[in-house]
């Protein structure tokens, strides 16, 4: 088993933890999450398909199952992660994340945390070198911010971990990243646990805006890298840092580039043209990059949109350029 995997099956009691552990020995590579839903059986997506975990050995998920995994998420500590749960997540040692759905805990009109758990998803972290290929010598061609698109679920943030690695080891580019959940570096004691690049500032758990400030202020990036943009308060940091010559690599949720002009929180992105190349990623995994104002043209003229061309794309990915 992947190093980075073992701590997964400890989550779990038995028989489920010996299930868990069966499939990560057999098939780490292809586990994307594992999902669990009270009075239901738990099971595990691959490629954007679910299926069942284990044999009839596995009995159904209980409420007292999802109690029990999430205390052992958090240490036996849930009310040290109570801001975390607020927010519907736990992030776990190796960049997992740990989803939770249930009933809001609600005082003076604001949530406080999620109790009466109803269903977990766990998101396994995925280091995968190379990925962003397409992506990093589409940008030492065209070094502009760039956003990256695609569909829940696809592969957006190791594609962008991969990037600022590539970007910081292969081009000796300034990179800061802002890990805001702890996923995309998985830093313990100040070491990243995922390989992001030698020279790569990470800040974690830090809101994404407020990040970008301090790192404008405190660390001189050349870049800043984030992922899921979703907040008007991130878009206004961008822009800000963008005017003092800051570029940004970005992920964000859409399954065609025209999704963002239907968004008031990303128009203001295209409107002020904080990024220029756009790089969208395919259910199939494919990724198509261009540039942005040539994307925006061609939908001026009627030309069908990134999003719904043949795989191949409009520009077939570029030959990367030669390393600095």
């Known amino acids: 088993m992947d190093k980075r995997l073992e701590p997964v099956p ?4 038995d028989p489920m933890r010996a299930a868990v552990r069966s499939l990560l020995c057999e ?9 669990l839903r ?8 691959s490629a954007g398909r679910e299926l069942a975990l284990g044999g009839q050995s596995v009995p159904p998920v209980t409420p007292e199952l999802l109690e029990e995994i999430v205390r052992r998420a958090s240490g036996y500590a849930v009310y040290a992660v109570q801001e975390q749960l607020r927010k519907g997540f ?29 269903s977990l998803m766990m998101r396994i972290a995925s280091q995968r070198m190379g990925c962003a290929d397409p992506v990093a010598g589409f940008v030492r061609g065209n070094p502009d911010s760039t956003l990256i698109l695609g569909p829940p679920g696809v592969g957006k943030t190791t594609v962008l971990r991969d990037l600022v690695r590539q970007m910081s080891d292969r081009c000796g580019c300034r990179m800061a990243l802002v890990d805001e959940r702890g996923e995309l570096a998985a830093c313990r004691d100040g070491l990243p646990q995922l390989d992001v690049g030698k ?20 660390m001189a ?10 907040a008007s308060e991130d878009v206004t940091a961008m822009q ?19 999704d963002l002009w239907d968004r008031p929180l990303y128009r203001g992105l295209l409107d002020t043209k904080v990024f220029q190349n756009v790089a969208l990623i395919r259910p199939d995994r494919s990724i198509v990059c261009e540039r942005m104002h040539d994307v925006l ?6 030309v069908p949109d990134l999003g719904r061309l043949p795989v191949g794309g409009l520009s077939c990915r570029p030959a990367p350029a030669p390393d600095p």
């Open 10 to 13: 400890d989550l779990f009691p």
């Open 27 to 35: 098939r780490g590579a292809q586990v994307e999450e594992l999902r």
């Open 38 to 45: 009270a009075g239901c059986r738990a099971g595990w997506v």
């Open 90 to 118: 736990l992030t776990l040692p190796g960049g997992h994340r740990l989803g939770v759905c249930g009933t809001a805990s609600v005082e003076n009109g604001a949530v406080k945390t999620i109790r009466s758990y109803q």
């Open 199 to 218: 020279y790569t500032d990470v800040l974690t758990g830090f809101p994404k805006a407020d990040a970008i400030e301090l790192l404008v202020r405190t």
């Open 221 to 230: 990036p050349g870049w800043i890298a984030l992922d899921e943009i979703t």
């Open 240 to 258: 800000r840092a963008s005017c003092c010559g800051v570029r940004f690599f970005a992920t964000a949720h859409a399954f065609r580039v025209s």
């Open 297 to 302: 043209l061609q939908a001026d003229r009627g």
